[in-house]
């Protein structure tokens, strides 16, 4: 089956420095790429849809200048925390769908997560 | 996409079927009924999807009413390992190189127990 990766698996940082997190998909390649966020007893949170070769689109409410999308090739899409604070401590996690998938399934497939804290 | 409604909770013994409802009277004709679930502290997981016709995989069976109002997840045998929460999610899928989005709602968390 489709397998998505992210690195790292966790993550710990010192407030105001960037995080990155990789989210690849290794055995297929996609188009599109979505980033979530998830806190503690809550659901999953859309943050941008990351599109190859162009710019990401962002949900209303997330600043596109603190987390910073790039989806570089149909395998690799990047997601940087800027100036990172507590309140950005969460589970981030990213999803994918084949661009070879046949028919109307439209299946995405999602990575491990990062969980990331910010001291 | 349509709105859906799941019970916040729900407890199976294991070994017995799961079966979970999921409410989505606004669904219109071409919105499919996805579902994924996750595992505490782990990515969703893509379960099965459907627009009318009820479908089976290794994982489980969909059965979707005739007015597709609401939908039913079935897990055969629970085991201990199907504990998580579990989102019904209804959208129309895409073609092509795109993807839709998956909105999120609340899921329902099924507790498998001994």
């Known amino acids: 089956g489709a397998v998505v990766s992210q690195h790292p698996s966790w993550v710990i940082c010192k407030s105001g420095t960037s995080v990155k997190i990789e989210c690849r998909s290794l055995?297929?390649?996609?188009?599109?790429m979505f980033w979530y966020r998830q806190f503690p007893k809550q659901s999953l949170m859309l943050m941008a849809t990351?599109?190859?070769?162009?710019?990401?689109?962002?949900e209303q409410g997330v600043e596109k200048d603190k987390f910073l999308i790039n989806h570089a090739s149909l395998t690799l899409s990047t997601l940087t925390v800027t100036s990172a604070h507590p309140e950005d401590s969460s589970f981030y996690i990213c999803?994918?769908?084949?661009?070879?998938?046949?028919?109307?399934?439209?299946?995405?497939?999602f990575g491990p997560g990062t969980r990331l804290t910010v001291l | 996409d349509a709105k859906t409604t799941q019970p916040t909770s729900m407890d199976c013994a294991e070994g017995r079927a799961a079966n979970l409802p999921c409410n989505h009277s606004?669904?219109?004709?071409?919105?499919?009924v996805y579902w994924y679930r996750q595992i505490h502290s782990q990515g969703p997981q893509y379960i099965i999807h459907?627009?009318?016709n009820n479908e089976t995989n290794e994982m489980a069976s969909l059965i979707i009413t005739e007015d597709r109002k609401s939908s039913t997840l079935i897990l055969p045998h629970a085991t201990l390992r199907d504990t998580a929460v579990y989102y019904c999610?209804?959208?129309?899928?895409?073609?092509?190189?795109?993807?839709?989005?998956?909105?999120f709602g609340t899921g329902t968390r099924l507790q498998v127990t001994l």
């Open positions: 999803s994918a769908r084949d661009i070879n998938q046949r028919g109307l399934t439209d299946t995405q497939y």
């Open positions: 055995d297929f390649q996609a188009t599109t």
């Open positions: 990351s599109n190859e070769g162009s710019k990401a689109t962002y």
């Open positions: 606004t669904i219109s004709g071409n919105e499919y």
């Open positions: 459907g627009l009318k």
């Open positions: 999610i209804v959208r129309v899928p895409h073609t092509g190189g795109t993807a839709s989005k998956l909105t």
